[in-house]
C-alpha cells in the first residue's frame, strides 16, 4: 500500500447514502486508510446491497455521540487523521461539538467535508436533504420527458452521485493547499451543489443571448433531445445512435425503408422532422436490434444497446479495464461489484468488504503511515489551486468539465482550441458556455508542425495536461504520455475516453447517449411500457469530466512528494459501471435486489415519491421510517400506503408540506419551471449563482460555488472566453515578443480576437467566498 496514490493519508467517514461513503471508498482504494463511523444502530441502509458497495474497504467502528467517553474516542482519532467526511446538518455539528470553529482550533490540520443537501451557508442547511428532496427542491425533475406531463422523478440519484465527485475534488484540492501553508479547513459540499454541477450546460441567463443559447440548442428544455435518435427493434429492443442524422443515408436503413413501402426521405437541417421520423421508428421495427447495430458499426454509424442497469458486470470492456471486482462479502457471498473507473499507476486495490457493524471496536487503529514531511506553513494561499496551471486541450464537454472544477478551485486553466473555429461545441453554444469559465482562451493549429515549440512551452509551464482526445490522434499532436513527460516529467496528463484504455474498444469514440445506454440508467428509470429515457443535461460527459478531478489532484499531490508526473485517465464506461453500485452481480447470476422506480415514474415506492396534488402543484416525500410513513398515512387520512395517491389528489400542498413539516416528515415542494428564478431566488445564497460580463452576451449568470471553503476563495469571476481571445496574453507569458506573435498571426497558426481587453469581461461584482463564510 505504501506506494499507492494517497498512502498514509488517514480519513474519517461519518456519512450515509451514496456521495459521502462512495467517495471515501474511492479514497480507501487509492490507499488512504478509511474508518467508517456507526452509530450503535448501524448505518440506516445498512442493509441494501448498495452499502456493500459503497463501504468496502474500510474499516468500521460504533460511537455513540451521546456519550462523553465515545467523543472522546473520535477526538482521539481526529487528533491522527486528516481528512473528516461528514454528514451532520450545522446544528446538530455544533451540538456535537463538531463544528468548523470548534474542529479548526483543535485540530488545525484536519480537512473536513460536511456533504449536506444544502450547503452549509444556505437558509435550508437543517432541512433533511435527501436526492429525492434536492430533485425537487432544485428544478431538476422539471427539465426531464418523461411518458407523462409533470414532473419526473429521476431513478438515477442524479444530486448524489455528482456529489461524490465534488467531494474528492474539494478534499484533494484542499490537501494540496494545507501542503503549501500548513493548514486545514473545511472543504464542504452539497446535493444541491452537485445537481447544479449537473444543470450547469443548460441554466443560463445572459443579458444579450442569442437565438441559439436562448433556444439552449440541442438541448432545449421540453423537447425530446437525444431520444429522437432512440429506435426500438423488432424483438422489442432499444437502440440509441448517438447522432440526430447520421444513420439516415444508411444502406440497410434505405433498404428497409423501401420494402416497408416508404418513399426514400432527404433529411434537410440538423434533425429529421417529426413526420420524417415517424416512418424511421416504423423503419427499426422492423429488423432485429443486432442486425442493426452490427451494420451500423460495419458503417461507422456510433450506436448502442440500450442495456438493463447490471449488464455492465459482464461487459468484456468493463472487465479488461478492471472497472467490476470480485469480492467475497460476509453478509452477500461471493459477487461483483462495481470499482474504480480511474487508470493510475499503481491501481486501485480492493482491500476486502464492508465492515461488520463494529468489526473494529475494541481493535488498536493505530497512527497512519507517515505520507510527506509536514509543510512548514509558510506560504499563504488565497484559492486551494492557487499557483497550479492547467492545460485544457479537450472538445465537447466530457474534456472541459473536469478544467472547470479546477479553474474553480483557482487554477490557471488555459483553453488550447484550434485556431479555426475553436472548440467544436461551440457549435452549441449553450454547452460551450456551461463547460468552460473561468479559462483563459488560446487558439492555435496544432496540427501545423511549425506550431509544436508553442506547445513545447505550454507544456513545460503546465502542472497538468488535460484532454479527451482519442489517444491516435493525441500521438500525431504530441499529447500522448511519452512525449509530454519528454518535455515536462513534472506534469501530470489526464485522459477521458470512452472505453478506456485495453479491450476491443480501446480506440472507439464515445458520446454521451451510448454511455447513457450502456450505463443502464435510460432503460432502468422508464416505465415498463414507455421508452427509456434520457437525462437532458449530458449526464455522462459532465459526470466523466468532474470525475477525472479525483486522479489528476491525486497525482498532483503525490508529485508535490516525489516530483514525478503521471498518466491518469478516466472513461465513460468506468463512470457508468461506478453509478452500478445500487447492485451487484452475485454468484448464482442474479442481481441483488434494489429499489425499482414506479411505472407512473414518481419514486420508489409510497414512502419514496412525488405525489400530486390539487392545481398540478406536486410534493416529494422522504418517509422511508417506519414511523414517518404513519405519519403520512395521518395526515392523508388513509389506512393504507396504496390510497395515499387518491386522498392527497386534491389537497392543497402548502398545506400539506407544513403538515409533514410539523410531523417531521422530510418533504419538499417540487418546483416547476425553475431555471430563470433560481437566478433571482438564490443568486446571493452561499454563491449559488454567480454573473460576469461576457465579451458577447453581455451580462451572464450561471450556477456559482460548488463549494465552500470558508478562508479560501473560489475563482468565479471569469466568463466563458471567445475563441483566442487570451492569444496575445499567453503567448507573451511563454516568452513571445510582439513581433513573433505578429508572425505566428501573419502564418495562420494563431488565432487572436480582435475585441475589448480583458479587464472588460470581468465580473459586475466578483462573488468569493469571505473569511467569515459568507460572500464578499
Not at 400 to 410: I, R, T
Not at 453 to 474: F, G, Q, T
Request: hydrophobic residues 40%.
Amino acid at each position: 500500500m505504501s506506494g499507492a496514490m494517497l498512502a498514509g493519508l488517514r480519513v474519517i467517514d461519518m456519512t450515509t447514502g451514496i456521495a459521502g461513503p462512495m467517495a471515501t471508498r474511492l479514497m480507501a482504494e487509492y490507499g488512504a486508510d478509511v474508518i467508517k463511523v456507526e452509530p450503535p444502530g448501524g448505518d440506516p441502509f445498512r442493509d441494501a446491497s448498495l452499502f456493500a458497495t459503497a463501504n468496502r474497504g474500510k474499516r468500521g467502528i460504533t460511537l455513540d455521540l451521546r456519550s462523553v467517553p465515545d467523543r472522546a474516542r473520535l477526538a482521539g482519532l481526529l487528533a491522527t487523521t486528516d481528512v473528516l467526511v461528514h454528514g451532520l446538518r450545522p446544528a446538530k455539528a455544533a451540538e456535537l461539538g463538531l463544528d468548523d470553529e470548534t474542529l479548526t482550533t483543535r485540530f488545525p490540520r484536519l480537512v473536513v467535508s460536511a456533504v449536506l443537501g444544502y450547503p452549509a451557508l444556505h437558509p435550508d442547511a437543517d432541512r433533511p436533504g435527501y436526492d429525492i428532496l434536492v430533485q425537487a427542491r432544485s428544478g431538476a425533475m422539471d427539465e426531464l420527458t418523461g411518458d407523462r406531463a409533470g414532473p419526473i422523478f429521476m431513478r438515477l440519484p442524479l444530486p448524489s452521485w455528482m456529489t461524490t465527485h465534488l467531494v474528492t475534488a474539494g478534499v484533494l484540492a484542499r490537501l494540496i493547499a494545507r501542503d503549501a501553508n500548513g493548514r486545514g479547513g473545511c472543504a464542504h459540499t452539497s446535493l444541491l451543489q452537485g445537481m447544479l454541477a449537473a444543470l450547469m450546460p443548460v441554466w443560463n441567463r445572459a443579458e444579450r443571448p442569442s437565438a441559439a443559447l436562448a433556444e439552449k440548442i440541442p438541448l432545449t428544455r421540453g423537447g425530446e433531445g437525444m431520444l429522437r435518435c432512440m429506435f426500438q427493434c423488432a424483438d422489442g429492443e432499444w437502440m440509441q445512435i448517438a447522432t440526430l442524422t447520421g444513420y439516415t443515408e444508411h444502406p440497410l436503413v434505405i433498404e428497409t425503408m423501401l420494402e416497408a413501402g416508404h418513399d426514400f426521405i432527404a433529411v434537410e437541417g440538423w434533425a429529421p422532422t417529426d413526420d420524417q421520423l415517424a416512418v424511421y421508428r416504423d423503419v427499426f421495427r422492423r429488423r432485429p436490434r443486432a442486425e442493426w447495430i452490427r451494420a451500423f458499426d460495419e458503417g461507422d454509424v456510433p450506436v448502442g444497446a440500450v442495456e438493463p442497469l447490471g449488464s455492465v458486470f459482464s461487459d468484456p470492456q468493463a472487465i479488461a479495464n478492471g472497472y467490476v471486482a470480485d469480492v467475497t462479502d460476509p453478509v452477500w457471498g461471493r459477487v461483483r461489484q462495481a470499482a474504480a473507473p480511474f487508470g493510475v499507476d499503481p491501481p486501485a486495490t480492493v482491500h476486502g468488504p464492508a465492515p461488520r457493524l463494529g468489526e473494529h471496536d475494541g481493535v488498536a487503529l493505530g497512527e497512519p503511515p507517515p505520507r510527506r514531511p509536514r509543510a512548514p506553513g509558510g506560504r499563504p494561499v488565497r484559492r486551494p489551486l492557487e499557483g497550479v496551471r492547467v492545460l485544457d486541450l479537450g472538445m465537447y464537454v466530457a474534456g472541459p468539465s473536469g478544467p472547470l472544477l479546477l479553474a474553480d478551485l483557482g487554477a490557471d486553466v488555459i483553453k488550447v482550441e484550434p485556431a479555426r473555429g475553436g472548440d467544436r461545441v461551440r457549435n452549441f453554444e449553450t454547452l460551450y458556455v456551461g463547460v468552460n469559465r473561468g479559462k483563459r482562451s488560446l487558439a492555435i493549429d496544432l496540427t501545423d508542425e511549425r506550431s509544436q515549440p508553442v506547445l513545447e512551452r505550454l507544456i513545460k509551464s503546465a502542472d497538468i495536461v488535460h484532454h479527451n482526445l482519442r489517444l491516435r490522434a493525441a500521438t500525431r499532436l504530441g499529447l500522448d504520455h511519452e512525449t509530454v513527460r519528454a518535455v515536462n516529467p513534472r506534469a501530470v496528463l489526464c485522459h477521458v475516453s470512452a472505453y478506456g484504455h485495453t479491450g476491443e474498444k480501446k480506440d472507439w469514440p464515445g458520446y454521451d447517449p451510448t454511455a447513457s445506454a450502456a450505463s443502464g440508467w435510460a432503460l432502468e428509470s422508464g416505465s415498463r411500457t414507455g421508452r427509456p429515457v434520457w437525462y437532458r443535461f449530458g449526464v455522462w460527459d459532465v459526470q466523466s469530466g468532474m470525475a477525472s478531478v479525483m486522479p489528476a489532484l491525486m497525482a498532483l499531490l503525490r508529485r508535490n512528494v516525489t516530483g514525478e508526473g503521471a498518466f491518469v485517465s478516466v472513461s465513460m464506461l468506468g463512470i457508468a459501471a461506478l453509478t452500478n453500485s445500487s447492485t451487484m452481480l452475485l454468484e448464482d447470476g442474479r442481481l441483488a435486489a434494489y429499489p425499482r422506480v414506479d411505472d407512473e415514474q414518481t419514486g420508489l415506492g409510497p414512502g419514496y415519491r412525488i405525489y400530486r396534488l390539487a392545481g398540478d402543484d406536486w410534493v416529494a416525500v422522504c418517509a422511508f421510517r417506519d414511523g414517518d410513513r404513519a405519519a403520512l398515512r395521518r395526515i392523508a387520512r388513509v389506512d393504507t400506503d396504496e390510497q395515499l395517491a387518491a386522498a392527497l389528489a386534491d389537497r392543497d400542498a402548502e398545506w400539506f408540506v407544513k403538515k409533514l413539516d410539523d410531523a417531521g416528515v422530510p418533504a419538499e415542494h417540487v418546483v416547476r419551471d425553475h431555471e430563470q428564478e433560481f437566478f433571482d431566488a438564490e443568486a446571493r445564497a452561499g454563491g449559488l449563482a454567480t454573473s460576469y460580463r461576457h465579451a458577447e452576451y453581455g451580462r451572464l449568470e450561471q450556477p456559482g460555488a460548488l463549494w465552500e471553503f470558508r478562508d479560501l476563495d473560489l475563482r468565479l469571476d471569469v466568463p466563458p472566453a471567445v475563441v483566442g481571445q487570451h492569444t496575445d496574453e499567453i503567448l507573451g507569458e511563454l516568452g513571445y515578443s510582439h513581433e513573433e506573435i505578429e508572425e505566428l498571426a501573419v502564418a495562420g497558426l494563431v488565432h487572436r480576437w480582435p475585441g475589448t481587453a480583458m479587464e472588460e469581461t470581468t465580473a459586475d461584482e466578483p462573488p468569493r467566498t469571505g473569511p467569515d463564510g459568507g460572500t464578499a
